[in-house]
């Protein structure tokens, strides 16, 4: 597979391969590393069917295993580079395809498996006419959170699901823009990836995913389709990346985000009251006031990688915010901002109340009123980073 640390495996004495339920063409599989190798032909098709490869199509694949899809990958793109972790599941490719009327197209492997050989997207486009009637994969072993992507049309990936959250979004932020992804994950991240204001597992990941792509639930997929069968059920999930709107605020919209779902089920008129809250927007209040006085602002000198990184969250999990279902706001003990009426404060509650927003919660907001919310701030000088 093609994410997260490697352990050295202790050898295996002999009869290991009779013994381990978990072993292919010689090669056990673990768990630990997210390790679940594919294994119904009839899903693999429907997954290529679903995908709409075109034989133009120059393909990557996270996690090839031991290449039951990489096979079917080969046959209905253009090109394939595949992404794996795995030095043993690297050599497995390359005797699985040697002999086969495949091997001519398997090429570009270094000594340890990691590529040599990658023509620049011009040089492909250049020689087009005479690349039409030839398919050719390469393979990168390493990690592919840490790996820089060559350029590709779709992404077909069987992932560990400890990476699906850092994944998504370094898939999200590739450039230049691909026409889309289609990923296994585990079936309740898949669900939170499409979920819809008033869903319980509507979030956080939920608001900033579908901000910058259309995302759509394809087919869900039982534990016993993989070898070994992991201990949940699976979904896979269609990724359709938008173009990037360079005026969009991103770093604030990310800081917004962040705050209204913190406690998705509070309303927004409780989360604002909070201290801690209101605090900070303060600091950014007479921060950019400050800013403002002392020079003009430039408009086009904002950087969108920077901006764009308030969405994204590669140390944590962007799908787990506190779920308060089961208590109200006075549960909750809100601690409010000390100069009780203070003229920030009555201005923070004053734009809830301009968008009627007060006793909305975040649970059952669409992007539409995020962005209604977010204007209104704005206009009012609030700003979230």
Same mark, same amino acid.
């Given at each position: 597979? /093609?994410?997260?640390?490697?352990?050295? *495996?202790? &050898?295996?004495? =002999?009869?290991?391969?009779?013994?381990?339920?978990?072993?292919? =063409?010689?090669?056990?599989?673990?768990?630990?590393?997210?390790?679940? %190798?594919?294994?119904?032909?009839?899903?693999?098709?429907?997954?290529?069917?679903?995908?709409?490869? !075109?034989?133009?199509?120059?393909?990557?694949?996270?996690?090839?295993?031991?290449?039951?899809?990489?096979?079917?990958?080969? *046959?209905?793109?253009?090109?394939?580079? /595949?992404?794996?972790?795995?030095?043993?599941?690297?050599?497995?490719?390359?005797?699985?395809?040697?002999?086969? &009327?495949?091997?001519?197209?398997?090429? =570009?492997?270094?000594?340890? =498996? %990691?590529?040599?050989?990658?023509?620049?997207?011009?040089?492909?486009?250049?020689?087009?006419?005479?690349?039409?009637?030839?398919? *050719?994969?390469?393979?990168?072993?390493?990690?592919?959170?840490?790996?820089?992507?060559?350029?590709?049309?779709?992404?077909?990936?069987?992932?560990?699901?400890? %990476?699906?959250?850092?994944?998504?979004?370094?898939? $999200?932020?590739?450039?230049?823009?691909?026409?889309?992804?289609?990923?296994?994950?585990?079936?309740?991240?898949?669900?939170?990836?499409?979920?819809?204001?008033?869903?319980?597992?509507?979030?956080?990941?939920?608001?900033?995913?579908?901000?910058?792509?259309?995302?759509?639930? $394809?087919?869900?997929?039982?534990?016993?389709?993989?070898? &070994?069968?992991?201990?949940?059920?699976?979904?896979?999930?269609?990724?359709?990346?938008?173009?990037?709107?360079?005026?969009?605020?991103?770093?604030?919209?990310?800081?917004?985000?962040?705050?209204?779902?913190?406690?998705?089920?509070?309303?927004?008129?409780?989360?604002?009251?909070?201290?801690?809250?209101?605090?900070?927007?303060?600091?950014?209040?007479?921060?950019?006031? /400050? $800013?403002?006085?002392?020079?003009?602002?430039?408009?086009?000198?904002?950087?969108?990688?920077? /901006?764009?990184?308030?969405?994204?969250?590669?140390? *944590?999990?962007?799908?787990?915010? %506190?779920?308060?279902?089961?208590?109200?706001?006075?549960?909750?003990?809100?601690?409010?901002?000390?100069?009780?009426?203070?003229?920030?404060?009555?201005?923070?509650?004053?734009?809830? !109340?301009?968008?009627?927003?007060?006793?909305?919660?975040?649970? !059952?907001?669409?992007?539409?009123?995020?962005?209604?919310?977010?204007?209104?701030?704005?206009?009012?000088?609030?700003?979230?980073?």
């Amino acid at each position: 597979m /093609a994410g997260g640390k490697m352990k050295k *495996e202790k &050898p295996q004495r =002999g009869g290991a391969a009779s013994s381990n339920p978990h072993y292919q =063409g010689g090669i056990s599989f673990h768990k630990s590393k997210g390790q679940h %190798i594919l294994k119904n032909p009839l899903l693999i098709d429907t997954i290529i069917q679903k995908a709409g490869i !075109k034989s133009t199509d120059a393909i990557l694949e996270i996690g090839p295993g031991t290449g039951n899809l990489t096979k079917k990958l080969l *046959e209905a793109g253009k090109s394939v580079v /595949a992404v794996e972790i795995d030095p043993r599941m690297v050599l497995e490719l390359q005797r699985r395809f040697q002999g086969s &009327p495949l091997s001519s197209r398997l090429k =570009g492997i270094g000594a340890f =498996g %990691i590529t040599i050989e990658i023509p620049e997207v011009d040089d492909l486009l250049a020689h087009n006419n005479n690349l039409s009637q030839r398919t *050719e994969a390469r393979v990168i072993q390493g990690d592919v959170l840490k790996c820089d992507l060559p350029y590709f049309d779709i992404c077909v990936a069987n992932i560990p699901y400890q %990476i699906s959250s850092p994944l998504t979004f370094k898939l $999200l932020f590739h450039r230049p823009l691909f026409r889309c992804a289609v990923i296994m994950f585990q079936r309740e991240f898949a669900m939170r990836l499409v979920a819809q204001p008033g869903d319980t597992l509507y979030c956080r990941l939920s608001v900033n995913t579908q901000l910058m792509a259309r995302v759509f639930h $394809l087919l869900k997929v039982g534990r016993n389709n993989f070898r &070994p069968p992991p201990k949940v059920d699976s979904s896979v999930v269609r990724i359709e990346p938008r173009k990037l709107i360079d005026s969009f605020p991103y770093k604030d919209w990310g800081g917004l985000i962040r705050i209204c779902f913190n406690r998705k089920n509070k309303t927004l008129g409780s989360i604002f009251k909070q201290k801690s809250v209101l605090s900070l927007l303060e600091k950014n209040y007479k921060t950019l006031k /400050a $800013l403002r006085l002392s020079q003009k602002e430039s408009s086009g000198d904002t950087d969108m990688a920077v /901006a764009l990184s308030a969405l994204r969250d590669t140390g *944590e999990d962007l799908s787990m915010e %506190i779920d308060d279902d089961d208590y109200d706001d006075e549960d909750m003990g809100v601690e409010e901002h000390d100069a009780r009426g203070s003229e920030f404060k009555n201005k923070v509650l004053g734009v809830l !109340k301009k968008g009627d927003f007060e006793d909305k919660r975040s649970s !059952k907001l669409t992007q539409a009123d995020f962005m209604h919310l977010l204007s209104l701030f704005n206009e009012a000088g609030i700003h979230f980073a």
